[in-house]
C-alpha cells in the first residue's frame, strides 16, 4: 500500500491558493481514477483506490499546512506505511510554474507543511513530488504570494499541469522517477 498525501489548508475560502495546489492534485486524482468518497480520519480526508493494482491511500491533512505531520504520522503508524512508499505533493516556490521535479528526502526549503512531516516522523526519508508555483521576487511578499490565490491568467498553464501530474501519476508506482518528471515536463510544453 502507498500513501499520497497532498499539502494545503483546509479553510473553504483558501481552495484556490497557491499552497493548495497539492490538495487541488490529490483530488484530481481521486477523482480521475474513481477513488472512494473521502471520510474524516486521523486529522484529515482519507479516500481508497487502486491505480494499475497498486493499492492506494490519498491523504489531505485537514491540521493547517503547518501542522500537517499531525495527519501523516498516524495515518502511516495505523497503516504500517513505511517511507519508501509514502508521497508527499506540495507547492515549490523555488520552480518555476508548471514545473515537476521528485526526490527523496533532502530538506524542507521554509516549507512548513514538510518540515512538521519531518519533525514528527524523525527522519526526511520519503518522496516529494514538488509542485512549481514560482517566486513573487521579493521575500517579503511570500506568504501573501502562497496564501493568494491562483489568477486566471495562471490557469493557462495550471489546469494542464494538474492534468499532466495526474495522467503521469502511474509512472510514481513503476519507481519510475524520471518517466514522471519527463512526461509531465514534455505535456506541459508550450
Known amino acids: ?6 499539502l494545503g489548508n483546509p479553510e ?22 474513481g477513488f472512494s468518497s473521502w471520510r474524516k480520519r486521523f486529522r484529515g480526508e482519507l479516500a481508497e483506490g487502486n491505480i494499475n493494482g497498486q493499492k492506494i491511500l490519498l491523504l489531505k ?29 506540495h507547492d515549490e516556490l523555488d520552480l518555476d510554474p508548471g514545473r515537476a521535479k521528485i526526490k ?8 512548513n507543511g514538510l518540515r512538521s512531516i ?4 524523525g527522519s526526511k526519508n520519503y518522496w516529494r513530488i514538488r509542485l512549481g508555483i514560482g517566486h513573487p521576487m521579493d521575500r517579503a511578499q511570500v506568504v ?12 493557462q498553464w495550471l489546469d494542464p499541469f494538474i492534468e499532466a501530474v495526474v495522467e503521469s501519476a ?18 506541459t510544453k508550450e
Open 61 to 89: 491533512p485537514m491540521t493547517y499546512m503547518n501542522l500537517s505531520g499531525e495527519s501523516v504520522l498516524p495515518t502511516l503508524s495505523f497503516y504500517k506505511i513505511s517511507l519508501s512508499s509514502f508521497f508527499v505533493f
Open 144 to 155: 501573501n504570494y502562497v496564501l493568494g490565490n491562483f489568477s486566471k491568467m495562471d490557469h
Open 12 to 33: 473553504p475560502g483558501m481552495q484556490a491558493n497557491r499552497h493548495n495546489i497539492g490538495f487541488m492534485v490529490i483530488d484530481r486524482i481521486a477523482e480521475r481514477y
Open 104 to 111: 527523496r528526502g533532502g530538506g524542507s526549503a521554509g516549507h
Open 118 to 121: 519531518d519533525k514528527l516522523l
Open 170 to 187: 502511474p509512472l510514481l508506482i513503476e519507481d519510475k522517477m524520471d518517466a514522471f518528471m519527463s512526461k509531465v515536463a514534455l505535456s
Open 1 to 6: 500500500m502507498l500513501l499520497w498525501a497532498g
